[in-house]
């Protein structure tokens, strides 16, 4: 088997494999970056639902559930720093694209809410 053929019959597997290392390498950035974010006022939001944050969540983070976010986003300065976090960092990812589209410049997504906790 050629490097083309494995290359067209793997593909997928090659880019959900690239998906998940990009999660993981930005996450680690991210994680990198809180200290200064704190020091530069961020605001910690977490987008689970509020029956997930109940049951734990990183002290001082807020609960703005996903799909409350778009009517929530008064709530959310665009002049300090907006750190997001959720179970995996899959709705934050979204949340991150629905802040980006409405005008907000620094937004990161640390993933899943535990990471905070370090």
Known sequence: MSFLDL???????????????????NSKRV??????????G???VDVRS????????????IN???QELGSRL???PKSA???LCCASGTRSGMAKLVLMKN??????????WSKLLD
Do not use: R
Not at 103 to 112: D, R
């Open 103 to 112: 005008g907000y410049g620094a937004v990161h997504n640390v993933g899943a």
């Open 42 to 44: 961020a605001m910690f």
């Open 31 to 40: 994680i990198g970056l809180l200290p200064q974010l704190k020091k530069d």
């Open 50 to 61: 509020a029956a997930e944050f109940a049951s734990g969540n990183a002290l001082g983070t």
């Open 81 to 83: 720093p907006v750190v």
């Open 7 to 25: 290359l067209k019959n793997c593909w997928p597997f090659m880019a959900l494999g690239l998906w998940f290392a990009y999660k993981w390498w």
């Open 74 to 76: 008064g709530e959310i």
């Open 64 to 66: 703005i559930p996903l």
